[in-house]
């Protein structure tokens, strides 16, 4: 049971990138997706979730417009797409499982990825 | 800024008791269960705390939570070296519909 982000990445600034977070050895649909960032020497930043059935995403108040949460069901893959990249997107951003059967007050995430270090750099 | 309070660090000698508060307010932790999470360098976060005090199954029981109205407590005792690494916890914040985080705290073995 795993999920498996891809890559580093170094973008230069006004580029997008697009991260995936594959699931491994559970039902993809019997969780919700979440996104989190944390940029250096800062705490976690809750950037939302997705439905990885119906494929509807949730976006935080300050990841609205340039953040876009998709989801492949043929790979059990979910994505995170950022556009207009700036110096200031630049984290590890992190995948993780929430339960779908449980209210947002009860969610836990008991299983995450590893990270994606994004850097945007002219 | 985080919206949960953590201190930075705490440090003590192998085999003694750590104590990580996490200060919220009845926006998130007063009304919402807390979950807590160890980060290891190089490794995925792992849940080691759900709905306050309920321990993870495989995790060993020196790792304990509670929780006291607007305040979380996490408690690791009989430290080891194996407990390096970096604490945080998290919960729903009704007011802002949004999952928070603490700032994290870095345990040290000394």
């Known amino acids: 049971v795993q999920l498996v982000q891809s890559g580093s990445e170094l973008k230069k600034p006004g580029a997008s990138v697009k991260i995936s977070c594959e699931a491994s050895?559970?039902?993809?649909?019997?969780?919700?997706m979440i996104w989190v960032r944390q940029a250096p020497g800062q705490g976690f930043e809750w950037m939302g979730w997705i439905n990885t059935i119906t494929g509807v995403p949730f976006y935080a108040q300050a990841f609205t417009g340039r953040f876009v949460f998709s989801v492949d069901t043929s790979v059990n893959t979910a994505y995170l797409q950022i556009s207009s990249l700036k110096a200031e997107d630049t984290a590890i951003y992190y995948c993780a499982r929430a339960p779908k059967w449980l209210e947002t007050d009860y969610w836990y995430f008991d299983l995450w990825g590893r990270g994606t270090q994004v850097t945007v750099s002219p | 800024q985080s919206v949960l309070t953590q201190p930075p660090s705490v440090s003590a000698a192998p085999g003694q008791t750590v104590t990580i508060s996490c200060s919220g307010s009845?926006?998130?932790?007063?009304?919402?269960?807390v979950s807590w999470y160890q980060h290891l360098p190089g490794t995925a976060p792992k849940l080691l705390i759900y709905d306050d005090d309920n321990v993870v199954s495989g995790i060993p029981d020196r790792f304990s939570g509670s929780k006291y109205g607007t305040s979380a407590t996490l408690d690791i005792t009989g430290l080891q070296t194996g407990d390096e690494g970096y604490y945080f916890c998290?919960?729903?914040?009704?007011?802002?519909?949004?999952?928070?985080f603490g700032g994290g705290t870095q345990v040290t073995v000394l």
């Open positions: 998290g919960t729903w914040d009704r007011d802002l519909s949004a999952r928070v």
């Open positions: 050895g559970y039902n993809f649909h019997s969780h919700f």
């Open positions: 009845s926006s998130n932790i007063g009304r919402s269960y």
